[in-house]
């Protein structure tokens, strides 16, 4: 049997932590055709997830679930974290386990070879990075041979590193975006100057009402055109609708207004990669991140 490949359009769950109100989004996330569900092991939510897909009429075939290795489990506890992930989402495999981080050459490999053990065991199906650089993606191939399936990245109108999406899409690495809506109503922390200014964000709205679209909808529409996979997170029902209904057209010249609103450069994408490896101490990476099987 073919291997499921990702869907366009996920669902992402980041800071979704309440139980009734993760639930709901998921429930109406499945009614109206997600297939992704994106989750990590830092988001205090596997445990949920599973409980909440136990309870769903969906078959797990049907189903294509992406966590995320902690960077304090690099060193010591890929394998033991990925196994427990497994029992909190209540499956035998994971569609695609990343990498969430970059960190020293030396702990990526460390931690990566160890996924494409637990991919051999077929435990993981695909594997793959998040926030890495074009250097740390071109030691882990350069290393292993194994190149990574995707590497899921911050995208929006005002981060956008394109140099390193065009190196993906030459490698036949997937891109998949993330914090795509984030910046128009605040500052991504992590990229403080990708907010949107008061007139760009007149603009988008201007398009919004030009095709009777929201937001989300004009942002995910506009990255999926760029080759993005998407994941866009919503606490709301009506937006997680939304959110997946895509079927309409944005002329070319909108779309190129909204590219021009990126003000991110290569040096800016290094420099906030080189900010993971230094939120990790020595003491995180001897401990782990480790939740056994309640993640609560
Ligand atoms: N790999 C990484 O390091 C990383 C980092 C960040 C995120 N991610 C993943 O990417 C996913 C998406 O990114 P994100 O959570 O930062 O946010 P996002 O998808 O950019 O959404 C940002 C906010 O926009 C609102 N929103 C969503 N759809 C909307 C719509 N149609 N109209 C108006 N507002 C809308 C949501 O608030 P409401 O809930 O109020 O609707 C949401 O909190 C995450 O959940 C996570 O799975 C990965």
Redesign the pocket.
């Known amino acids: 049997m073919n291997e499921k490949q990702l869907p366009q359009i996920g ?6 932590t309440d139980f009734p109100t993760l639930e709901k989004a998921i429930e109406t996330a499945l009614h109206t055709g997600y297939r992704h569900i ?3 092991q830092v ?1 205090n939510n596997e445990y949920d997830i599973g409980e909440i897909l136990a309870k769903q009429s969906i078959s797990r075939d049907e189903l294509f679930l992406t966590t ?1 290795v902690a960077p304090q489990n690099y060193l010591n506890f890929t394998r033991q974290s990925v196994e427990e992930s497994l029992t909190r989402l209540q499956t035998d495999y994971l569609d695609l386990v ?1 990498l ?2 970059e960190l020293s050459p030396e702990l990526n490999l460390t931690a990566y070879q160890e996924l494409i053990n637990l991919q051999k065991e077929g435990k993981i199906k695909h594997i793959g990075v ?2 890495f650089s074009i250097a740390g993606i071109e030691h882990l191939v350069q290393k292993t041979g194994v190149k990574p399936y995707c590497n ?3 995208c ?1 109108p005002t981060t956008r590193p394109i140099e390193l999406e065009d190196y993906c899409l030459d490698h036949d690495i997937l891109l998949v ?9 605040s500052p ?1 922390p992590f990229y403080p100057e990708s907010a949107l200014s008061t007139e760009e964000k007149a603009k988008l709205d201007e398009m919004c009402a030009k095709y009777d679209i ?4 004009l ?2 529409y506009w990255a999926v055109s760029h080759n993005y996979h ?7 029902p009506a ?2 609708e ?2 997946f209904a895509l079927d309409f057209s944005i002329d070319r010249e909108d779309l190129e207004t909204i590219d021009q609103m990126n003000r991110f450069t290569a040096k800016e994408y290094q420099e906030q990669v080189a900010s993971w490896e230094d939120r990790i101490t020595p003491e995180a990476l001897e401990t782990g991140l480790l939740y056994k099987k309640h993640f609560k």
């Not at 669902?11 to 979704?16: D, H, I, N, Y």
């Not at 929201?214 to 909808?217: D, L, R, S, T, V």
């Not at 998407?230 to 709301?236: A, E, L, Q, T, V």
């Open positions: 669902f992402g769950t980041w800071l979704l994106d989750t990590a988001y995320k990343l969430h981080a998040s926030n899921q990245i911050v929006s975006g993330y914090s795509i809506i984030k910046p128009y109503f991504n929201n937001i989300g909808q942002l995910n998407i994941i866009p997170k919503s606490s709301n937006r997680v939304e959110n």
